[in-house]
């Protein structure tokens, strides 16, 4: 099969396999080039593990710690005639790396939110690992069914209290003009709450706690947005915001959990960046654009792997990490400069589709949205036939 990419509003429906192996690639790459973390974990579950910031938390714990990572993740295999996801091509060519590397690796595809997917990695653990010392909660899903109850959740990006007009890039059309976005219900917010808050998060550690999985000192971190004006009134003052805020109280409950093995929660605040799940959120296209060429210019842009290596080297495995005064860990420091946000600021109002590419990175953000799903890689030849069956013996 010859594999161009299928791009669909904000989403690309079909992947390549080698284009992703190179992407996954790059990022060991820039992990073995930094300095060894220090003191680091041993054995490491990643849920959400597949793309994204869990991709970059299992590659830096592998390459950069030299851990036993197992992961978990929600991906789709090939078919002869449809692609796998990204996911799959990117884990399959994780696994891959890590064999050469001697490295233990496991992943179990499915749905991270069910009772059975928690047991089949107890029952993993038990087996291969013994104990994990750091457990990485990186899911974003649209979707969750209650284990208990078998209610289906689905979450909404919507403001709270009143409508949202703002400026939107539609990267199907490069038009760009203003959107309202109806505010959200509260049966809305709570659905939300239960699909991205802290819920699912407990659950984990209360089952992995009462497997005896959890070591001494383990460690766990789940991940959030926080950002600035621009961005508040769709993201932090909005829907998710409301189920980020739950991890805080989700961090609060599971410090008292793993009191018994002296372990410790964190949320850890993330900057923005392209993945799936950003690229769906409206705003955040355009917002990510103009933030890239400023932070560009600025030296401190990064990106998913960047940010990792410094989540564990400034904030997991550190005595002196970068705390806020609710117990997160913030590494969106750079994004958030006042200096930096006053120039997002400059920038908003005065771009249209007509300036895009002039006073935005669009071109960046693109080139990252497709790299995504394996495409515009350096060294892979797109004309070339390729097998999109890629088979690797995930668990299921
Ligand atoms: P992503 O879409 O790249 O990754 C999501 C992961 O979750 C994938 O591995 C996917 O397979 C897995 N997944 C989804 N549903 C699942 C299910 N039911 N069962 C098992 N696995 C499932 O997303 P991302 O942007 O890397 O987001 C990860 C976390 O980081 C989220 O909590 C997100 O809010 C947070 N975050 C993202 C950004 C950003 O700009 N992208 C910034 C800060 C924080």
């Known amino acids: 099969m010859i594999i161009t990419p299928k791009v669909r509003g904000f989403i690309c429906t079909n992947a390549h396999p080698e284009g992703c192996a190179a992407n996954v690639r790059e990022q060991i790459e820039y992990i073995k080039q930094q300095p060894a973390i220090e003191d680091g974990p041993k054995n490491v579950l990643v849920i959400g593990a597949s793309t994204g910031y869990g991709l970059a938390s299992r590659i830096t714990s592998a390459f950069g710690c030299g851990a036993k990572t197992l992961g978990v993740f929600f991906?789709?295999?090939?078919?002869?005639?449809?692609?796998?996801?990204?996911?799959?091509?990117?884990?399959?060519?994780?696994?891959?790396?890590?064999?050469?590397?001697?490295?233990?690796?496991?992943?179990?595809?499915?749905?991270?939110?069910?009772?059975?997917?928690?047991?089949?990695?107890?029952?993993?653990?038990?087996?291969?690992?013994?104990k994990v010392d750091l457990v990485v909660y990186?899911?974003?899903?649209?979707?969750?069914?209650?284990?208990?109850?078998?209610?289906?959740?689905?979450?909404?990006?919507?403001?709270?209290?009143?409508?949202?007009?703002?400026?939107?890039?539609?990267?199907?059309?490069?038009?760009?003009?203003?959107?309202?976005?109806?505010?959200?219900?509260?049966?809305?917010?709570?659905?939300?709450?239960?699909?991205m808050g802290g819920e699912d998060w407990e659950l984990w550690i209360n089952a992995l706690s009462e497997a005896g999985v959890l070591a001494d000192n383990c460690k766990t971190a789940a991940y959030t947005y926080i950002g600035e004006k621009i961005t508040w009134p769709i993201y932090g003052h909005a829907t998710i915001g409301k189920a980020k805020e739950d991890l805080d109280r989700a961090a609060k409950a599971i410090n008292e959990t793993l009191s018994s093995v002296n372990?410790?929660?964190?949320?850890?605040?993330?900057?923005?960046?392209?993945?799936?799940?950003?690229?769906?959120?409206?705003?955040?296209?355009?917002?990510?654009?103009?933030?890239?060429?400023?932070?560009?210019?600025?030296?401190?842009?990064?990106?998913c792997i960047e940010q990792l290596y410094r989540l564990f080297t400034e904030g997991l495995y550190t005595n002196s990490p970068r705390l806020d005064d609710v117990n997160r860990f913030r590494m969106d420091e750079k994004e958030l400069r006042p200096e930096t946000q006053a120039k997002v600021d400059v920038l908003w109002p005065q771009v249209t589709a007509e300036n895009l590419f002039e006073l935005t990175d669009y071109k960046s953000y693109n080139a990252e949205f497709m790299k995504l799903f394996g495409f515009g890689l350096d060294g892979i030849d797109y004309e070339k036939e390729v097998d999109p069956v890629v088979t690797v013996d995930f668990l299921e």
């Open 75 to 130: 991906e789709k295999p090939a078919t002869e005639r449809r692609t796998g996801s990204a996911g799959w091509y990117n884990s399959a060519a994780f696994h891959e790396e890590a064999k050469a590397a001697g490295l233990y690796a496991k992943s179990i595809n499915g749905d991270a939110f069910s009772n059975e997917m928690k047991q089949k990695v107890i029952d993993t653990i038990k087996a291969d690992l013994g």
């Open 138 to 195: 990186s899911l974003a899903s649209p979707r969750r069914q209650d284990p208990e109850t078998g209610t289906l959740y689905s979450s909404v990006l919507k403001p709270i209290g009143k409508d949202y007009t703002e400026k939107s890039l539609n990267t199907d059309t490069m038009e760009v003009s203003d959107v309202t976005i109806e505010k959200a219900s509260e049966e809305e917010i709570a659905n939300t709450i239960k699909v």
């Open 263 to 303: 372990g410790q929660a964190n949320v850890a605040v993330l900057k923005a960046l392209v993945t799936q799940s950003s690229s769906a959120i409206p705003i955040m296209p355009l917002y990510i654009s103009i933030l890239y060429k400023i932070m560009k210019e600025e030296n401190t842009h990064e990106g």
